[in-house]
Nanobody, 115 residues
Framework: QVQLVESGGGLVQPGGSLRLSCAAS????????MNWYRQAPGKQRELVAA???????NYADSVKGRFTISRDNAKKTVYLQMNSLKFEDTAVYYC?????????WGQGTQVTVSS
């Protein structure tokens, strides 16, 4: 059974930081591309950051320079370090694992940026 379990969300003030984690089980983690998506109320889900099996990363323009995605293959975990958070970063953040036709999602974790 495949599971992606996110953690680390919460309430933070503008300018603050959070670190999201996504622990995977039931997959050969090392071969999967791992992604973080987010969905704000009334908006479509968008890709925030991606890291492939080789460790190459990509970011949405809106988070470049503020967010960092990383992975620990030994722990089967992907991280999203979020710094300099803004009101517009408020969303449910989802972990996603992709390999070929296989596509798995976590349940999401809420990030709220508010003063």
């Amino acid at each position: 059974q495949v599971q992606l379990v996110e953690s680390g969300g919460g309430l933070v003030q503008p300018g603050g930081s959070l670190r999201l984690s996504c622990a995977a089980s039931g997959i050969n983690f090392i071969i999967y591309a791992m992604n973080w998506y987010r969905q704000a109320p009334g908006k479509q889900r968008e890709l925030v950051a991606a890291i492939n099996s080789g460790g190459n990363t990509n970011y949405a323009d809106s988070v470049k320079g503020r967010f960092t995605i990383s992975r620990d293959n030994a722990k089967k975990t992907v991280y999203l370090q979020m710094n300099s958070l803004k009101f517009e970063d408020t969303a449910v953040y989802y972990c996603n694992a992709k390999f070929a036709v296989m596509d798995y999602w976590g349940q999401g974790t809420q990030v709220t940026v508010s003063s």
